[in-house]
């Protein structure tokens, strides 16, 4: 079983990218996607900031797999090859200027594997495959928890994870959130010529900076990208074996 993260070793983006080179191993590194003001930092509370939504793509299916670790295919059990990445998220509802747990949500992620194939997809050669997709449960604290792998990429976008927040009341969808959250590209860089199968690949072409979904507006009036707000916190695990670690706080309305 994983462990849940309790805590975490956090470092620069020099130090991350030296891990990189000299250890053979992908340093993440980000800024986090709700920085909180100096006083919710110290008690650990998330700041109340709606998360912006986000197209949820072509590649969602509703797969319905309850699991932590979603790098394993079902299937045959095989493990999809990548570097690891451990993601904490931490689902809060805002109202009236405040956060609360948001309890017995159901947290959906999926991503593209390290050479950027979807699991699922007929047209990607993949059907019946249902690698790097899953769901969990929120809990008291609103938290859920994946194991999984640094995404790779696909053309004409920058490197990404998709995620969906849905409640119930009994068998009946009463809410639904989608969104997506991005990485620092010049990690990525490190991480893609230092790490297989990722420097397998050819170059890509589509970065932060030109992908349009990354680049859309958050309707604020502050001339944002909603991008901005979506980039991964993330950290060296306290193990070289464990990876990293990414830590997402999001903020909905339910009304």
Request: glycine letters at 10%; one cysteine or more; a neutral charge.
């Amino acid at each position: 079983m994983t462990k849940r993260w309790t805590s975490h070793q956090r470092i620069s983006r020099r130090e991350a990218l030296r891990l990189a080179g000299t250890a053979g191993a992908a340093a993440l590194v980000g800024r986090s996607l709700m920085r909180a003001p100096a006083a919710a930092q110290e008690t650990g509370a998330p700041a109340c900031i709606l998360t912006p939504a986000l197209t949820e793509g072509p590649y969602f299916v509703d797969e319905m797999l309850n699991r932590t670790d979603i790098r394993t295919d079902p299937s045959d059990g095989s493990v999809r090859a990548g570097v690891p990445l451990v993601l904490n998220m931490s689902v809060q509802r805002v109202a009236n200027g405040s956060c609360t747990p948001l309890t017995g949500a159901v947290v959906d992620i999926w991503h593209c594997d390290a050479l950027g194939s979807y699991s699922d997809e007929r047209a990607l050669g993949t059907a019946g495959e249902k690698f790097l997709r899953g769901y969990q449960v929120t809990d008291e604290n609103g938290a859920v928890q994946f194991t999984t792998v640094y995404p790779g990429w696909y053309q004409g976008r920058a490197v990404h994870i998709h995620f969906k927040v849905r409640q119930y009341a009994g068998t009946s969808k009463v809410y639904e959130f989608t969104s997506q959250f991005f990485f620092d590209d010049a990690v990525t860089d490190t991480i893609y010529a230092q790490s297989a199968p990722y420097n397998t690949r050819r170059a890509r072409t589509t970065r932060n900076s030109n992908d349009g979904i990354y680049q859309q507006l958050v309707n604020d009036g502050t001339g944002r990208s909603s991008g901005e707000l979506l980039l991964l916190d993330v950290a060296q695990a306290e193990k070289a074996e464990d990876g990293f670690v990414g830590s997402l706080d999001i903020g909905v309305a339910l009304t």
